[in-house]
């Protein structure tokens, strides 16, 4: 991997983003026309659930911290909503092979738009299995569950008024060593159930138990990455409706740390995407921008959770 972007590289990066951002505020995102979809992923959920791949670096391996808190305001926020919304979690790897998460969402006012107020809109608590990759093993994978919930009374485009049971299947693959090219698929499903808040599900979000295909891949160069992913979620097997919704979503992963390596404490990563989906409610574009804050804990020995990794 080179030190340095060529020029034709950094003109490329600037160009793509420079037309995302210049979409923001007259796209509508997924997650922003109505309720909150768990289908409306971001890349750095998608790769937390993948074997090996991680947000903020080419792989696991190495990462000498087992419990790591996160921060992930959502920058859009700013253009669609009077409030933003600040998810906080933590990841705690309890060994070689399992890792338990917890998300806590919250809202407030953000003063560009009228007041809209604060609170806590939503809480998800999950687990992963996975074995990850080795020059013995190419091909990694990983199983595990998300469960999700509203909390309290959030305001009603921030939840569909149901809680979400989210299992998942995933494999990852290194397919070009050299130039950090790595293939990713999966699937998983769906399972909703009635909460007594009012229902409110978003644009083209599915409105019963459905299940999601999806595959792609992520490439790294020495300043970002850049992942493309392709989803199709379907309806027709798990219920009596037979609805479809296909997605492309291309992204752009920029660290914005000095040394985003495993053994960093603290990361910092800029997160740019966009998305073309076709549903029942027709066609969509859209773009989003995050915001992923990480801050590494070191718990009992130091070797101890290195040695997890190898």
């Known amino acids: 991997m080179p030190d340095r972007l060529p020029p034709p590289s950094l003109r490329l990066l600037a160009a793509l983003l420079g037309s995302l951002l210049a979409g923001v505020p007259a796209a509508r995102a997924q997650s922003d026309a109505g309720g909150s979809s768990p289908s409306a992923w971001d890349i750095s959920d998608l790769l937390d659930h993948l074997p090996t791949v991680s947000p903020f670096g080419k792989f696991n391996a190495g990462s000498p911290f087992p419990i790591k808190y996160y921060a992930r305001p959502r920058l859009g926020d700013f253009f669609h909503r009077r409030y933003l919304r600040l998810p906080v979690g933590a990841r705690a790897q309890l060994s070689e092979h399992v890792e338990l998460s917890t998300e806590l969402e919250g809202y407030f006012t953000h003063g560009l738009k009228d007041p809209a107020g604060y609170g806590l809109s939503r809480l998800r608590v999950g687990g992963k299995y996975e074995e990850v990759m080795s020059p013995l093993h190419r091909l990694g994978w990983s199983t595990?569950?998300?469960?999700?919930?509203?909390?309290?009374?959030?305001?009603?485009?921030?939840?569909?008024?149901?809680?979400?049971?989210?299992?998942?299947?995933?494999?990852?693959?290194?397919?070009?060593?050299?130039?950090?090219?790595?293939?990713?698929?999966?699937?998983?499903?769906?399972?909703?159930?009635?909460?007594?808040?009012?229902?409110?599900?978003?644009?083209?979000?599915?409105?019963?138990?459905?299940?999601?295909?999806?595959?792609?891949?992520?490439?790294?160069?020495?300043?970002?990455?850049?992942?493309?992913?392709?989803?199709?979620?379907?309806?027709?097997?798990?219920?009596?409706?037979?609805?479809?919704?296909?997605?492309?979503?291309?992204?752009?992963?920029?660290?914005?740390?000095r040394k985003p390596g495993p053994g960093a404490r603290t990361h910092l990563l800029l997160i740019v995407g966009g998305r073309a989906v076709h549903g029942p409610d027709g066609n969509e574009l859209g773009v989003n921008a995050s915001l992923r804050i990480e801050f590494a804990v070191r718990s009992g020995h130091p070797d101890s959770a290195r040695a997890y990794r190898k």
């Open 144 to 257: 595990g569950a998300d469960f999700e919930t509203p909390l309290s009374r959030p305001p009603l485009e921030l939840t569909d008024g149901h809680r979400h049971l989210l299992p998942y299947l995933a494999f990852s693959r290194v397919l070009a060593p050299d130039c950090h090219l790595v293939g990713y698929t999966g699937a998983s499903a769906d399972f909703l159930s009635h909460t007594p808040l009012p229902i409110h599900f978003g644009h083209n979000q599915l409105h019963s138990n459905s299940t999601t295909l999806g595959a792609g891949l992520t490439r790294d160069w020495s300043r970002f990455r850049v992942a493309l992913t392709g989803t199709w979620s379907t309806t027709a097997l798990l219920s009596d409706e037979g609805h479809h919704l296909f997605a492309l979503r291309p992204d752009i992963l920029i660290p914005l740390t």
